[in-house]
């Protein structure tokens, strides 16, 4: 069975410093991941997405992800944090086809 | 293009109750999806259709059902609710087949209380 573990329910960090939300995964497969962003009261947006490409993913609003398959990890980075990245941040993991395994959320905090 | 459209945005039912959900993916997309999400917790997996046939069910009662139509949009029902299936509701489409079409899209749920 396929799931995600993401480390630290909340994270925060001054504006401009660095981001990094960690998200480890199990998986009997070569995995697909997919990083996710949801703001409140709404849905989920895809920040970017591994699918055996290139191992550094680049997404959305300067957010990149490293697939790291040695350590079973596929942490998000954003160099430099900006107000309008506080939301809250979901791993996912899948199959060709499958249902989607999400892990609990990291909620991000930007201090001013 | 449109996204994924969902009705109603919010909704108020007593325990007992029975509910219907409604969803209307991408044009072009087959596959639907339901997830559901309690306060503070990621998306739990419910069902997956494709071509109005069931693809896949998560770990949920009997009570959760859902059905396709033949333009592909979709219908979640709960029946005897209870106070724990207050949540959002979230629906995804995507075109399953190949790699670059497992990305789901996700509609900007249905938030459920139930009393």
């Known amino acids: 069975a396929q799931s995600v573990t993401q480390l630290g329910s909340h994270v925060s960090v001054s504006e401009g410093a660095l981001v990094l939300l960690r998200c480890n995964y199990s998986?009997?497969?070569?995995?697909?991941l997919f990083w996710y962003v949801q703001y409140p009261n709404q849905g989920l947006q895809l920040l970017l997405k591994?699918?055996?490409?290139?191992?550094l993913v680049k997404g959305i609003n300067g957010f990149e992800a490293e697939f790291k398959k040695s350590e079973t990890s596929f942490h998000l980075t954003k160099p430099s944090a900006h107000m309008s990245d506080a939301a809250e941040y979901f791993c996912?993991?899948?199959?060709?086809?499958?249902?989607?395994?999400f892990g609990t959320g990291t909620s991000l905090t930007v201090i001013p | 293009d449109a996204g994924v459209t969902q009705s109603p945005t919010h909704l108020i039912k007593t325990r007992g109750q029975q509910v219907t959900l409604r969803c209307s993916p991408i044009?072009?997309?087959?596959?639907v999806s339901w997830y559901q999400q309690v306060l503070g917790q990621g998306p739990q997996f419910i069902f997956q259709?494709?071509?109005?046939?069931?693809?896949g069910r998560g770990n949920f009662p009997d009570r959760f059902s859902a059905r396709q139509f033949p333009n592909y949009s979709s219908e979640l029902n709960v029946n005897a609710l209870l106070l724990g299936d207050s949540a959002l509701y979230l629906c995804?489409?995507?075109?399953?087949?190949?790699?670059?079409?497992?990305?789901?899209?996700f509609g900007p749920g249905t938030r459920l209380t139930v009393l």
């Open positions: 995804a489409s995507s075109r399953p087949g190949g790699v670059s079409y497992n990305e789901q899209f």
């Open positions: 996912a993991v899948s199959e060709p086809g499958n249902q989607f395994y």
């Open positions: 259709y494709y071509e109005k046939e069931e693809r």
């Open positions: 591994y699918t055996s490409a290139a191992t």
């Open positions: 044009s072009g997309h087959k596959s």
């Open positions: 998986s009997s497969v070569p995995p697909y």
